[in-house]
């Protein structure tokens, strides 16, 4: 039963909105008929033509399944240009600065506690015969967390390194994170 508070994602969307929402979200490639279970829409032939319009604009991929059908993919390229537009319109670029002193600083850490140079050092470790089970489980959160912290920080340093070039689109703007229009426009 559901609680008549909460409303399903997908009142008020189309059949092809529902389409757009699961296939820009897809973190693996996808039949035409996982995107229309998803979507909650009864027509195949809907889901696929919202997926091929998909594709033509650019925003997701097609590609050959290992069963010879069809399945569409994320546009990776495209989410990380998303990502670092994001970065430069919601933050000032010493926010910026800001976020990457707070990674490198937990990253320091990290060196500093398991005496190590590296994440690949860390890595090293994680067979060392004195090494407890919890000892190894929290090294490998570690390193789960120091990887997402690197790509983190390269989405930030590009972020810096457009952001400039990004705000200047913008003639008459007063490059504030908060300009009216954003870049992404």
């Avoid at 909105?17 to 809907?46: G, H, M, Y």
């Avoid at 990380?80 to 320091?108: C, G, K, M, P």
């Avoid at 994680?126 to 997402?148: C, F, H, M, P």
Wanted: hydrophobic fraction near 30%; charged fraction near 35%.
């Amino acid at each position: 039963m559901t609680d008549p508070g909460l409303e399903s994602w997908t009142d008020g969307l189309s059949s092809r909105e529902r389409v757009r929402e699961i296939a820009t979200t897809l973190t693996r490639p996808r039949s035409v008929e996982w995107v229309r279970e998803q979507a909650q829409i009864s027509s195949w032939q809907t889901a696929k033509d919202e997926l091929e319009m998909l594709v033509e604009f650019g925003q997701i991929h097609d590609i050959e399944g290992d069963d010879g059908n069809t399945k569409y993919a994320p546009n990776y390229q495209l989410r990380y240009f998303n990502e670092v537009t994001e970065l430069i319109n919601d933050h000032s670029r010493e926010e910026l600065r800001e976020e990457i002193a707070t990674i490198q600083a937990e990253i320091d850490e990290w060196k500093t506690e398991f005496d190590i140079e590296s994440r690949d050092d860390l890595e090293s470790t994680l067979t060392d015969d004195d090494l407890t089970s919890e000892a190894i489980q929290e090294r490998n959160r570690v390193l789960r967390q120091w990887e997402t912290y690197e790509d983190n920080k390269r989405l930030l340093k590009h972020a810096l390194e457009l952001y400039d070039d990004a705000r200047s689109l913008y003639p008459g703007q007063d490059g504030s994170p908060n300009s009216s229009m954003p870049l992404s426009q």
